[in-house]
């Protein structure tokens, strides 16, 4: 029989909970850290250990089956994969941000402004339906320190409690987007039967919680 494979991330934000929600479907495997590839010991299922950036593009391509991501991470790798379940955790908004000092209302005062981000292409795509031009400066981590060194006027980053611009004297100015944890699957996978049969055992758990 085929065997299934689940991309979930292998350390982060989402890691606990994705493997919370495996165990709770029933599924038994051994959560090593230090391996990237977990059998499922009853059910032909193999659980792939990757960086969250990855998966998207891993279920696109074939090489996982299904996966477990943020939907933020999905638009911004621009793949085509199916959302067959939102899962109800890691949830968060992805926002601009500006110092607390800077005297701007209106949207369309960012024209001309720089915002650093680690999301280039959604903020591009907001901005551009927004018809605002801003320079945007795409870095890889720490976005929220750039307007403090001077790198930039705003920022653009994932916010949950507000705690992290609060203490880097930023305060949100523009929800661009909100996001979840979300089971993904390859277009057209949702009807084989192994993957039908995870995703009602997903539901029955998230039902349950309810
Ligand atoms: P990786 O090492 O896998 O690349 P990462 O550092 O990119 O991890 P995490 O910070 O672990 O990612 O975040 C994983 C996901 O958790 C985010 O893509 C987002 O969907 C979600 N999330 C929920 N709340 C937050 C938050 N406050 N900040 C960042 N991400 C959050
Ligand atoms: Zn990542």
Aim: aromatic share 4%; charged share 25%.
């Amino acid at each position: 029989m085929k065997t299934l494979k689940i991309a979930i991330q292998k350390s982060g934000r989402l890691n606990e909970k994705s493997v919370e929600l495996l165990k709770n479907c029933g599924l038994n495997f051994e959560n090593y850290k230090s391996s990237l590839i977990s059998p499922v010991s009853n059910f032909p299922l193999e659980i792939l250990f990757l960086r969250d950036d990855d998966i998207p593009e891993y279920v696109q391509d074939g090489i996982a089956d299904l996966g477990i991501v943020g939907e933020n991470v999905i638009q911004e790798t621009e793949v085509e994969v199916s959302y067959l379940q939102k899962l109800g955790f890691g949830k968060c908004s992805l926002k601009i941000a500006v110092p607390n000092t800077l005297p701007i209302k209106n949207l369309s005062e960012l024209d001309g402004k720089s915002i650093a981000t680690t999301y280039p292409v959604i903020l591009g795509k907001f901005l551009k339906q927004k018809g605002i031009e801003s320079d945007i400066r795409t870095i890889s981590g720490s976005v929220e320190i750039s307007p403090g060194l001077g790198l930039s006027d705003a920022i653009c980053d994932l916010v949950s409690t507000g705690g992290t611009l609060k203490s880097n004297g930023l305060k949100p100015f523009a929800d661009v987007m909100s996001s979840e944890a979300v089971l993904i699957g390859r277009k057209g996978s949702e009807n084989e039967d192994l993957i039908k049969e995870l995703i009602q055992r997903v539901q029955s758990v998230l039902r349950a919680k309810e």
